[in-house]
């Protein structure tokens, strides 16, 4: 971008919430119709929803910004909507990004809607629980491109994700950026390329000037492939897969999912850029504190275990009588299901692996030590309220009900208590994807 980022980044507004799925289809059209930029239906999602996709621009360079990668990331359709009204009102800086830009604001209009409840007014962990829907793995639209690894096959693409494979295939992006973004924490970020020192250094300078925490504390996944923390190398199913065989378990058993759509785009094109901001909406300031705690990596990791085999135990007492009653293609069928996976996999061969690999062996930091403890009852919560969501629908007992809403309250107040999270504004959030996109696009320019 010629002209300096930073001055666009300060024309963002503020926002008090996200748009639903009706929505962001009526600010498409509006904004389609009014800057004269071309809008067409790119497919349907699984319910019959339509997809649509806007295209701004005619540079010899092609960018593919899509939004709702998983059904409770919305932060980046609101950074699509501000960037196609912003080169709406700036022509010159559109044609000189010498990109054609495609985008489309949500993949996934069926879970969209399911995550709505949450989307307006103030935005609480309780609000956040009770409202959030995120499907099961192998229900996931970006993890369910087809692979073939070593003695694995996955062919089972959703009619989602075949909408992304056919615009992946015809548009054959330079950049791509599926707009994710992460519910608790702090900032981290992928590339499925290194780029120079000078990319690194000016994104983690902008976080902090915008005051958002970045994530030093325990990655994703633990086979993540660190850059500079919190940068990572995007990964893909051969990832998940060796992870299995390290831990002693056969793949086949435990992977759920296909491919996703970084790897697939790099298959067909090996030189195109993929990206990922993972921006969180609530905080605390001890995921700042980098410094020693007094616990080791294998404490607090044998504390998680202990605590999962309790939520197994909880599970258990309404898993299997809700999926008597809920049946496929309900979306609640599916998340259950993959609780039932957890409960018979259980945590032995982690557990075994955490006691024997000297990577447990060290002092954790506080920021890690937080990320485990607070961290982990965030995505408990998370996982009960889904259970609630589930038992509702299947008409269980009040009783039942109620039990779970308790478990889901006692982990509400058990957060609040010991670590009270606060909302970094969507503005600065919006803020912080538009940054990673313009770091990228200089970034890129130098390589050259």
Known sequence: MN????????????????????????RAFQLAKKYNFEIKEVGKSENNNPIYMIKAGNGKKTAFLWGFPHPNEPIGSLMIDFLIEYFGENSVALEESNYTWYFIYTIDPDGTKLNEGWFKGEL???????NYFRPSAERMIDWTFPIKYKDFEWSSPLQETRVLMKLINKLKPDLMYPLHNSGFGGAYFFSTHKFDNAYYNNIIHEVNNLGIPLHLGEPEEEFMIE???PFYLHFWFKEYYEQQIKLGVNPKDIVKHGDNSSHYLLKLKPSAVTIIGEVPYFYEEEIFNNALSEKTRREIWLSMIEESKKNIEFYKKFVFEILTKLKE??????????????MKRGNAPMEHHIHTSKEFERTATYSEVFDCEIGYKFYLGLSVGQLRRAAI????????????????????????????LKTIPIKKLVQLQLLVLFETINAMKRIK
Request: with cysteine; hydrophobic share 30%; charged share 35%.
């Open 124 to 130: 609480t962990v309780k609000k956040y629980f009770c």
């Open 3 to 26: 002209q300096d980022y930073k001055q666009i980044m300060q024309n963002v507004k503020e926002y008090d919430s996200f748009l639903t799925a009706n929505e962001l289809d009526q």
């Open 227 to 229: 850059i500079k923390k």
């Open 329 to 342: 293609p309900d979306p609640y069928y599916y998340v259950i299901k993959q609780l039932e996976q957890i």
């Open 393 to 420: 629908k299947a008409n269980l007992a009040t009783e039942k009900i109620k039990e779970i809403e308790r478990r889901m309250e006692e982990t509400v107040n058990k957060i609040n208590k010991q670590s009270p």
